[in-house]
Every structure is written in structure tokens, then in C-alpha cells.
């Protein structure tokens, strides 16, 4: 699993020759390296430094250049592999890019002097840091540009990777960038990712979320399209995963809302069918104002071949549809239950006994209307044996 998650990032990872490999992992490198380019004979340096091997380079290489080129900008890189950090040191110091770096291997005295150097140093523009040493503890609000390279499979390490340059202090808008290899077991990795923050907003804040997936963790019944090996290896030749994912649960939201809209309360439709359409439109349209600085991200990432974009906190709203859904099913299903009820006690089913009141209700007898009374008193002539009937009151009427 983890070939294929280099593959992801960088062919170069594949080779042999970084630190701290064993001879065992150098050897089974080659074998590698023999199935990627079969017949051939390939230099290290000529695949490094191969834009075309590594798309992600490819956009983030062009937008170091813009950031660069506009003066004030500071980029924390994240990446979890060791690896792709020596593969974009690299990169790096090609471009004559001044930046620090810092991995599990760094000691203490050096890595408080290389954060120093970051959040004080203006001509310090790159921090390559290993996701799991930047999680915690780090403060560095100089940076307003981060960028997740590879996604992880717990997404609180990629959060707390994010926290480091969004915290107190921070005086300018960071924005985050993740890169993701379309096609690869990265789409894989994300979409757990969102799996979990959604469980995670439906703990900690009761939020209702859209229905995204149709997989269970820890079901094997259930594994949809999240769980198991079937999923893994799965291959995604043209579709892209995560697009197809977010736009179809969209537009069931929006299919429900427009399909239930008769039988909504009033003024209900409107608001979630309204929040379906715009949910749909922030993943399929950009209805945000466009500005120089979004233009020319949006040039590069489709020039670099980029084929989809979505804001991820998007993803995590909560879904005004989802809580209608649910509240009909909820309804639907009481409906059913009394039902039940009723027909149980139709086929003589002991019917359940109404709980004691105490202290018990006074036994009051409210007051007999006009027609009441009359027929009482025909009843009171009868049994004093006044008249033989209903028949005989006119005759007991003249004698009076």
C-alpha cells in the first residue's frame, strides 16, 4: 500500500538511495524501478528533476513562483513522508528558494532555531515540515500559506498541521491548499478523511450531514465505497472519485427537495431546497467574486492539468435537506408504529391500561341540558308507573 501511495506523490520515490534504507528495501526498489521503466535504463537526476512525473510539483512549483513574486508571503509545506520532504528539498534548493526544513530527525536545539529563523528571517520563504513533527507545539503565524501535500489517513494530524500558521497571533488570512492525486489511493485517504470529520461534527455538535457514503466502518457487510481491499485497489481510470462523490449526494439533496416540496410545511421547502441548489452550485460553479489574485490560481491549476476544486469546509456544512429527510423518515416511521397499535388491539390484544391519577379527580355530574331533562322525567313517569309509555304522556298531560 505504501508503493502505491509514493506513486501518488513522486516516481522518485520509488528508487533506492534515500536515508536510512536497508539493503533489503534497496533491492526491492530495483525490482521496482524495473516495472516502472521496463527496458530502460533511467538516471535518478533525470527523474527528480522531471516536472512530467509529478503533477503536484507541477502546480505547486508555479504557485511558489507567484507567492514569491508578490513579496510578503511565508509557505509552511506538510508533507507525512520523509521521503517526498528530501524529494521537495530538492526541488527547492533547484528553484534557489531559501527555506528551512525539520523532520523527526531534527533535534530540539535546531528546530527552535530553524522556526526562529522562519518567523523572523523575510528572506526565509519555504518551511518543509514532516506532519507529524508539525502537529503540535509550533507556532508560525508568519506563515499565511500552507499546504498539505499528501493527505493523511487520520485527518487531526492534518488539521493540526493547518493550526500552526491559523492561531492566535495571526494578523493576515491563511489559505490552505491540499494536493491530491486524481485517480490515485489519495482520493482514497480524503474521502476517509471526510468520513471522520463528519463523525466528528455529528459527536461534538449534533450537526445533521449530508449523506456522502454508504459504507460503515467496521461493517463488512457495509464497506460501500470507503472499507475493505475491494476499495483499495480499486482503479479510477477516467471518473474522478471525490467529485463524483460530493456532486451526487448534492443533487439526491436537491432531487428530494424538489420531489417532497408538496408535502413540506410552508416556507420549509423554499429554505432547504434553496440550501440543496446552492450546496450543488458551490461544488459545480464558482459563485464567489472573481479577483485577480483567484483568477491566476485558477489559470495555473488548470494549466498544470488540475480537472476539479472544492473548498473543503463546504463539504462539512450542516445540510438543512438531511434534517428534513430524516425528520420525515422519523415521521413516517410513528405513523407505522400506531398503526401497528391499532391493529393489534383490533385482534385482541390486551389493551394497556391507563396509568392511576392521584390524588384522584372529585366525580362531578355537569348539568343536564333542556332535552336531558325532559327525557329524564318521561323516564321518572315510567317507572312510577304514572303512564305505560311515550305513547300515553299526551293523554297524562289533559287529565293533569
Excluded at 215 to 220: C, F, I, M, P, T
Excluded at 323 to 344: H, M, P, Y
Amino acid at each position: 500500500m505504501n508503493l502505491f501511495v509514493e506513486i501518488s506523490n513522486h516516481v522518485i520515490l520509488i528508487f533506492p538511495g534515500f536515508k536510512g534504507e536497508t539493503d533489503e528495501q534497496r533491492a526491492r526498489k530495483r525490482e521496482y524501478v524495473k516495472i516502472a521503466f521496463p527496458g530502460q535504463v533511467v538516471r535518478q537526476a533525470d527523474v527528480m528533476y522531471g516536472d512530467e512525473l509529478c503533477g503536484k510539483w507541477q502546480v505547486l512549483s508555479q504557485l511558489l513562483d507567484i507567492w514569491k513574486a508578490e513579496g510578503d508571503n511565508k509557505v509552511l509545506i506538510f508533507s507525512k513522508s520523509v521521503k517526498v520532504l528530501e524529494m521537495l528539498e530538492g526541488q527547492l534548493q533547484r528553484k534557489n528558494f531559501n527555506f528551512s526544513y525539520m523532520d523527526g530527525r531534527t533535534r530540539q536545539e535546531d528546530r527552535m532555531r530553524s522556526l526562529d529563523k522562519f518567523n523572523n528571517d523575510p528572506e526565509v520563504f519555504v518551511f518543509l515540515i514532516s506532519t507529524l513533527v508539525g502537529g503540535t507545539g509550533l507556532n508560525m503565524t508568519s506563515a499565511n500559506k500552507v499546504v498539505i501535500f499528501d493527505p493523511n489517513w487520520n485527518p487531526a494530524h492534518d488539521l493540526q498541521a493547518m493550526d500552526r500558521a491559523y492561531r492566535f497571533g495571526q494578523k493576515r488570512d491563511v489559505n490552505v491548499y491540499r494536493l491530491l492525486g486524481a485517480g490515485a489511493l489519495e482520493e482514497l485517504i480524503y474521502a476517509r478523511q471526510i468520513y471522520k470529520q463528519q463523525q466528528m461534527q455529528i459527536g461534538y455538535e449534533a450537526s445533521v450531514q449530508t449523506r456522502y457514503f454508504e459504507g460503515v466502518q467496521g461493517s463488512k457487510s457495509h464497506q460501500g465505497e470507503l472499507f475493505g481491499l475491494k476499495n483499495i485497489f480499486k482503479l479510477h481510470e477516467t471518473a474522478l472519485a471525490t467529485k463524483m462523490i460530493i456532486e451526487k449526494a448534492n443533487l439526491a439533496e436537491m432531487n428530494w427537495a424538489l420531489a417532497n416540496m408538496d408535502t413540506a410545511p410552508d416556507g420549509t421547502i423554499k429554505e432547504y431546497t434553496d440550501n440543496a441548489e446552492r450546496n450543488l452550485a458551490d461544488f459545480m460553479l464558482d459563485d464567489s467574486p472573481p479577483t485577480s489574485q483567484t483568477d491566476r490560481i485558477s489559470d495555473i491549476l488548470n494549466n498544470a492539468g488540475v480537472t476539479y476544486t472544492h473548498d473543503h469546509q463546504n463539504v462539512l456544512l450542516a445540510s438543512h435537506v438531511e434534517r428534513n429527510i430524516t425528520s420525515a423518515a422519523i415521521a413516517g416511521s410513528k405513523r407505522e408504529d400506531g398503526e401497528a397499535v391499532v391493529t393489534l388491539a383490533n385482534e385482541g390484544a390486551p389493551e394497556k391500561k391507563a396509568a392511576s391519577i392521584w390524588p384522584p379527580r372529585r366525580k362531578t355530574t355537569s348539568p343536564l341540558g333542556s332535552i336531558s331533562r325532559l327525557e329524564a322525567r318521561v323516564e321518572a313517569l315510567i317507572e312510577m308507573g304514572l303512564i305505560q309509555g311515550r305513547s300515553s304522556l299526551a293523554t297524562f298531560g289533559h287529565e293533569l
